[in-house]
């Protein structure tokens, strides 16, 4: 359905961000499935590693081509957006397969720690993507979307982000009593706190 809805706003279904984003989620979730499955045990355990890693290898395949060569800050082929603010072509693309990554952690209980980490490593990393094409989206539009030029409301917006994004980290590090969560929100906040400096006061004229 919403790659009927993209293709019907006019976005080239064959090499555009989105389509690479909505086929790297239906490979998570058959890699996840196989995964899943393996608890069954049985003679086709071997053949459900073996989908399952050809099935996320497809999967990070797509996101790399999405992230990298149709990226919309880059001249690659595809990296047009397509909607409005917040509900366009950007959601699909990253927002979408950060979420199913993050869940599939959660649905596979028995998943060995360290793969947990990374799958949501990744998930937080497209997520920040996502986030950070959003502002500069709202700020330039579709046809602004390419680097290097950034002006300073769209610098203030980053840090804005950051700033809220730390704040929720730590709050969520409290109500669960998590170490983790609160060096990640007081990295995040400390993050913020280095770009106001080097960043956008170094944009301010005069000062």
Not at 8 to 29: D, E, K, Q, R, Y
Not at 75 to 93: E, Q, R, S
Not at 97 to 117: C, E, F, K, Q, S
Not at 172 to 200: C, E, Q, T
Request: glycine residues 12%.
């Amino acid at each position: 359905l919403m790659f009927r809805m993209i293709d019907s706003w006019g976005g080239l279904p064959t090499a555009s961000h989105w389509s690479f984003g909505l086929n790297a989620t239906i490979w998570i979730c058959l890699g996840f499935a196989q995964v899943r499955r393996m608890s069954l045990g049985g003679a086709l355990r071997a053949l459900r590693i073996g989908l399952a890693v050809v099935f996320l290898a497809l999967a990070g395949l797509e996101l790399f081509v999405a992230t990298s060569l149709s990226n919309p800050l880059f001249y690659g082929v595809g990296g047009t957006v397509f909607g409005p603010p917040l509900l366009n072509t950007l959601m699909p693309a990253y927002l979408l397969p950060a979420i199913v990554p993050y869940l599939g952690t959660r649905w596979l209980g028995d998943m060995h720690r360290l793969i947990r980490l990374a799958l949501r490593t990744i998930s937080v990393a497209l997520a920040a993507l996502w986030l950070g094409l959003t502002i500069r989206h709202f700020w330039r539009g579709a046809e602004g979307m390419r680097l290097p030029q950034i002006d300073q409301p769209e610098l203030y917006s980053y840090t804005v982000a950051l700033l809220v994004v730390g704040a929720v980290l730590f709050y969520r590090s409290l109500a669960s009593n998590s170490p983790m969560l609160r060096k990640a929100g007081l990295a995040v906040i400390g993050l913020a706190v280095a770009k106001v400096f080097l960043i956008d006061i170094a944009g301010l004229g005069g000062l």
